[in-house]
Structures are given as structure tokens and as C-alpha cells.
């Protein structure tokens, strides 16, 4: 694994998307530190003000203020916060259920294989933003909640696309070799199986995080996210859309951190594929 | 061919039957662990304990959990969703008015991202081995990065807004008539012979239908770039070549020809997600759809209109996958012999 992984550090696309990855989630891990205010500390006697750029802007507030005062800027940040936290929980949640499953389906075939199988397809005929508004519904708004309804809904992305990948590698001398060598099953799939999938898994980890990014800004936009005690790109997006023609940039800079943020993982994604030479059809995420 | 095709979708269909019944089974389940009490709902505010019991006995909410599945089931296929308990009526009804909006913009987004995607897959291509080939490739990471619900934001504010070019709420001006004949608004327009109605309507489906075709072009870009790559790398490419066919030669009558096909399965796939996608741009430009239905039954905890309407999104996919493999099958003389 350290071979094709280090190669990929040479390229320039993963170097580039990696930094910005990073720059996302140093704000997230350090919101308190980074952001000038408290980002649900209202003000006002300063409500909308542009953004510094701006006439009329209060130096005090680099981006502006929302229509309660709120620094758009220490909103954004800790905004950055709850993105990264839902995409890497739900991503790493769907990620290990529909691996295992993955697994198990393209390893011992059969009746296992039919019923994770006829699972998927009828997981699938589910459009997903439907799927997860009912979920949503169901479940209640919180944190946890979008998470758990994200994995509920993407563990499919995963189970689909490793499931062929699997049944590839499980076809391969040298997991038959294992086995003749008295390796049991789960120490075949853990010790050959699992490192020859694994760079499919980390590409597909990558774009999970964008899409999770996304269906965590929708959930917020129409107020079935994170809840009202924290600060969302979505439900920023949806407060700022009340006052777009007296403060655009309320509307267009949390626009642009979701659409930077995604870009970020979409271009890893795309990186690593490329770098670990992954068959991944265009299709599949 | 004909035969292949009908067996196809029959057999397709018949398959569907299962799933459907189980998603129905999965909605129904899910939708009844909510903490919310239907009964009590329907009733005024005022209503007694006694009377919230009756009206529990009356809707069958009393029963076990199976036997109210079976009992939904059965008006189901009837064509009975139950009552929606904010509008009061007949959630069926409801789904099956705010369809056509749905299914109008859902086919103009479909065209538009057809036309941007071979475009911008044609563009990409045309484009390989120049300096301007990797700026294309990260320029279509960065379109494939904005979802359609951040599109529709951005063409409101740029065009609606900030220009004021175009209109950016409703299916027509609210000074004109709505005629309601078929339910589809352009088609109604048409028949009834007011073309101010159908340039209305057709105003009012731009920004929207563009917010869905330009966040699902990307992706069909990229899949047509992507089989040309394959393709060219095909040794009757190079007999074409060899043969002196020019390069637009080569790329109209035979790359082109076999590169639709993995495109077509693919925009054929997108087609159903983006009928789905159609929901947060509906609530985005308050288009009378069934996505802004769905969007007021969740946050009032409309039960009945919730399952109707998730039924009716799982059935139109389901639908329309079916009819993609049908024509995969018409233009793939390979298929049609299995």
C-alpha cells in the first residue's frame, strides 16, 4: 500500500486537493481559534453589512454580518465544522458497512451474495434525496441524526462498486494460495482481499465526502439538518435568501465554501484515481 | 426486435412488482415510527381524548402494525393514498396534479443537460493533447462539484436578481390564466390557443430546467470524453485513418456512433437521478411541482402525502430505468440476441 499511495503524493492534482482539504479541515478542527467571534453572537445594531470589500462595510466584521448580527465569517468557519464532521462520520459509517458487505457478497458468492444483492437494488429504486428526507422525517433533525441518515442512504455507493471489484480479486492464484496455505476465510478477505481493494475504497471514501458534503447542505437548506443550535452552509444559504437584494454576499459566500469544499474532494477523488490507476467508471459515483 | 423489446419491459416491469412492494412496506415502517399521531392531527386542537380514540379506531391505528400495511395496501391499489391531513383531501389527487410540472421541467432539464453534456464531451475531446486540456478537465471537476440546489441559487440571483431577466418564481405570470386540460401548462397553452400563456411558461422553465441540466451535464461530459478516449484506440480507427478519411470524417461516422452508447445507459441513469433532483430546484423557484409538495408534507408531517408522493418518485425511476434498457437494446444490435 505505502508504494502506490506515496506515488500518488507526486501528483500534482492530489498535492493541490489535498491542500485544500486541509485548509478546510484546519478551520474545522480550530473554529474556536480561527474565527474572530462567536458565530451565533447577534448584533443588532449591526445587521447586513457588507462585506469588506464593500462601501459602507464595519471593519470589525471581515464578511459582513447576517440579519442578526452573526459574523458571516466566524459562520462560515464553524459552518466548515459541521460539514467536515457529517461527511467524515457518514462517509467512514457507509464506508464500512457497505465494504463489509461488498465483501462478503464477492467473496462467497451465493445466497449471499442474492440477498445483498436484491438489498441494493431495492435500496436503489430509492432516489436518494428522497430516501433521506423521509429518513429525516422519520428520524428527527440533529447532528447525529443527518449522519446516520447519510449512511443509511450511501452504503449502496460502496456495496455496488466494491462488490465487482471484489469478485475480480477473489478470483486472483494467489487468494486460492492462501487458502491451500490453511488461511480462513476471514483471514483471506482481511489479509489479500482487503489490500488489493483498498484503493478503490480510498477514491470512493474521497467522492463519498463530497456527496455527503452536499446532502448535508441540502438537509440544512430545507431546515431537516443539523438542527437550529448549529451552524450549517445550508441553513446559512436559506437565512440569507430572504435578504439577497440587501446583502448578496450573505448568499454567495457560503455558495462558494460548499462548492470549494466539494471541488476539494472531487478533485482528490479524481487525483487518486488516476495515481492508483483505480477502475472506477465515471458512472459509479 | 420488436418481441426482444416487449419481453424486456414486461419481464423488467413484473420485477418491479417485489420491489415496489417492499419499499412500499420499508416507507410505511418508517413513516410510522414517527412520533407524531395521525389521529390527533386531523382533529381540531379542541378534540377530547374520547374522540382522538375513535377517530385512532376509525383510521385503523389501533391495529397491528402488518394488518395497517395490508389495509393501506389494499385502498393503495385502489388508488386510494388516504386523506392528506393538511389539505384535506385526497393525497392521489394531489400527487397526480403537480406531476406534469414535475415531469415538464424534468424533460427540459433532461434536453438541456443532453445538449450541454455531448457538447462539452465533444469540447473536452477535441481538446486532448492542448495546453488547454488539463484547464478543461479541472473546469469539469469544478461544474461536476456545484449540485443543482446551488445552481438554481446562483441563476435566481445572477439572472432573476441582480439582471432582472428573468422570471424566477411559479409556472406562469400570476396575471395570466392557467388553463388545465392535460395538466402539462406548455401543452395547455397550445391547445388553447394562448401563446402568451406558453412564452410565460416557457420564461418561468428556463432558470430552473438550466439549474438541472447544467449541474447534470458534467457527468455526461465526461463519460463521452472518456468512451472517444476507448474508442480511438480501436485499430478501425486507424484503418479509417489509413483509408483517408479527414479527422471530422472519422469522429462523425464511426467514433461518435459507438461512444453514444455507454453515454446514452449512462444519461439514461442520470435521468432517474435527476428526476429526484428536481425536488430542491421546485422549492427553489416555487414551482408547482411535486418536489415542493413533498417539501410542505415533510414539514408537516403529512403521512399519507409523504408515502404517496415518495411512491410516486420510486415508480417514475423505476419507469424510466426500465425504458432506458429498453432502448439500450434498440440501438445495441449486440444485446439483442440474449
Redesign the interface.
Known sequence: MAGPLTRSLHSPRVLVALGMVLCVAFCAAFAGLVAPHDPSEQNLLSILTPPLWDAGADPHFLLGTDSLGRDVLSRLIFGARTAMIVAFAASTGAMVIGSILAHVSGYFGGVADWIIGRLV??WM??????LS??????L?VGLDRVILAIVLVDWTRFCRVLRSEVMVVTRHDYVAAARLLGFTHWQTILREIVPATAPLLITLFSLEM?IAI?VE??LS????GVGPDQVAWGQM?ADA?QN??QS?WD??LP?LA??FT??AF??LG?GLRRALDVRLA??GH | MLATVVKLIARRLLAAVPILLVVSALLFCVLRLLPVDPAAMSLPPTATIAQIEAKRREMGLDRPLPEQYAMWLKAALHGDFGRSIQFGRQAGGLVAASLPATIELAAAAMILAAILGFGGGLLLFHLRGTLFESIADLGSILLLSIPEFLWGLILLFVFGVVLHALPFTGEVSPNLPQPDITGFILLDSLLVGRFDVFLSACRHLILPAFALGLAFSPTIMRVLRSSLFDIYHEDYIQQARLRGLSETQILLRHALKNAILPTLTLAGVQFGILFSGTLLVEVIYSYPGMGNLMVDAVRNADLPLIQAIALTYCIVVLIINTLVDALHIVLNPKLRTH
Open positions: 437494488d431495492i429504486s430509492f432516489p436518494p434525496v428522497i428526507l423521509i429518513l429525516m422525517v422519520g428527527g463530497a452536499v447542505a441540502i437548506f430545507v431546515g431537516l444559504i435568501r439577497v437584494y448578496p448568499l454567495l455558495i460548499i462548492v466539494v471541488a472531487n478533485l479524481d465515471e458512472a
